[in-house]
């Protein structure tokens, strides 16, 4: 558990205050933390309007920190009254209220509710539709995160308020760009009048700019997860309208960080405002452009094995002489630190199930046949990668039966929320990791096949119809895709979703394209070339072939 430090605390409820602007000194004015904690948030509120006259609320399921926390906040509260409650608030409704509420605070960020509640799933349901209707999406299990159901339950409290009111919560900053998270950001939008959000930044995946001497980019709270202070204001009356939003970010050391917001430092950007816009507002695609999902209807995010170094390797022999040391429990400091991952439990992980799968692979296939494949690693960066189910975390076998069947697959990301241009793209021919084009969580690589699991052409009818093969779509849409005028045109929008290709045939790109797809067979050479969000070393032949993709791509193929 991370409690929040206190001057973190009160820097988040002095913002707060200062963005809702309420009568700190009205009786009825309600604060609550519903995941009180140590008590951090309320003591800083006491102590910035000392003499308020309004209601104090904690709650936390936590006993002992109930019981500490009113023992510092009762004789700090003067004319304040006090409510402390031991409990789940995700498992109760908020209550209605005569005046304005203020929800402030830091609540638990665990990946899943281990306890869930039917009213806390009840007013999930608000975030799995956008203005225009349910969430068309199959993973929407991140919507259970229990920060997510505490933004839910804090908008509903101040729903409720006769007054209106505001939250401020310092929270995992996943759903300020995830696609899945729309529906979230549009009900916010829908049910406030304004949103400001400070992006802290901070996430261990996207840490260090690919910027030469850059300074890495600190968590506040020294988490892997990224940190965003999220204040929402609800003025008191109607329905609010398209609430306007402001993002600002802040980079650097945690220090420089709290340094800023102390100082009320504006750094607009590069969280994009226009991420809180509907999805499916797209109006500035040229039509008829479609999306690479609806081009290439088989499409999976790439491989992940959670132990890179156990379980890849640059030659199928490395890799089998380190299985056969981990299946027979060979200690040799010659293996100990690849292996070290493969040796640790988890909770989703058991080493000794892991070693028995291991010991049968080596039994049945001692080559490797079937379970140590070749991967696109990293662009011109090939190795091999043991597959094998319960060791690898993620093998994704329909994607390895398609990549099979397919000559070469297109490699691209669903959206890149990164301030620096968009560079997602890429060939394979095997499976690709999923961190091919970038290392962060919400840049997974994604890979488009020629064929699908079954081995018929991945292809949608009106694809087919256009292109006629997988092949030819998969070049088009490759060499648009690399060309730096395509990415600077529609900058904007593919930081929203799959990128989209347009509906016509052009034989100049497409041969390009497939020339282009061929180098990424290759070995690198003293070229360095910027892909996915890094510069990487790549063939002599690349930057000569890119600059030719981009003079054959013109302002007509804009203007489908």
Known sequence: ???????????????????????????????????????????????????????????????????????????????????????????????????????????????????????????????????????????????????????????????????????????????????????????????????????????????????????????????????????????????????????????????????????????????????????????????????????????????????????TGESKAELLERMRAFANGIEDAKYDEALLSLRTAKSHYDPEHARRIVREALAEAPAGEGWILPIAYRPFDHRFIVTLSKVCHRPRAALQRAVSKSPWSLLSTRKDPGAEQWRHFGAAFSIADSSFLSTRSSSRTRVFPAADADGNPNLSEEAHAVFGSAEEALSLSLALLASTKYQRRFSALLRRDYPRIPMKQNGALSALGAELAMLFRDAPGEANVFIGDRQRPAPNELPTLLKRIDEAVDVAIFET
Request: overall charge positive.
């Open 1 to 311: 558990m991370v409690y929040t430090p206190a001057r973190l605390a009160r820097l988040t409820v002095e913002r707060t205050i200062e963005r809702c602007g309420f009568e700190l000194h009205s009786p009825s004015l309600r604060v609550i933390d519903p995941a009180v904690g140590a008590g951090a948030f309320l003591a800083a509120m006491l102590a910035i309007a000392p003499d308020g006259k309004g209601t104090i609320v904690g709650i936390d399921r936590d006993a002992s920190a109930i019981a500490s926390t009113e023992a510092l906040l009762r004789p700090a509260l003067g004319s304040w009254r006090g409510q402390f409650h031991l409990g789940d608030a995700l498992a109760t409704s908020p209550q209605p209220h005569k005046g304005a509420t203020l929800v402030i605070g830091n609540p638990p960020w665990a990946a899943r509710a281990a306890e869930r509640s039917k009213i806390s799933d009840a007013l999930l349901e608000d975030f799995k539709r956008t203005e225009t209707g349910a969430l068309n999406e199959r993973r929407i299990g991140v919507l259970s995160d229990i920060y997510i159901r505490f933004l839910r339950w804090s908008a509903e409290a101040i729903r409720l308020s006769s007054e209106g009111g505001a939250f401020g919560l310092l929270t995992n900053r996943s759903f300020l760009d995830g696609p899945v998270h729309r529906g979230v950001r549009a009900a916010l939008r829908r049910w406030f009048d304004r949103i400001e959000v400070i992006d802290f930044g901070g996430a261990a995946l996207r840490a260090r700019s690919s910027e030469k001497g850059a300074v890495r980019d600190e968590n506040i709270f020294g988490v892997r997860t990224g940190v965003a202070l999220t204040m929402a204001v609800r003025e008191p009356g109607a329905e609010p309208r398209a609430g306007h939003v402001r993002v600002l970010s802040l980079k650097g050391t945690k220090e420089s960080k709290l340094r800023a917001l102390e100082m009320r430092e504006e750094h607009p950007g590069p969280t994009h405002p226009e991420l809180w816009i509907p999805r499916e507002d797209n109006a500035d695609w040229p039509i008829p452009y479609r999306s690479l999902a609806e081009v290439f209807p088989f499409h999976r995010e790439g491989l992940q094995s959670n132990r890179d170094r156990a379980l």
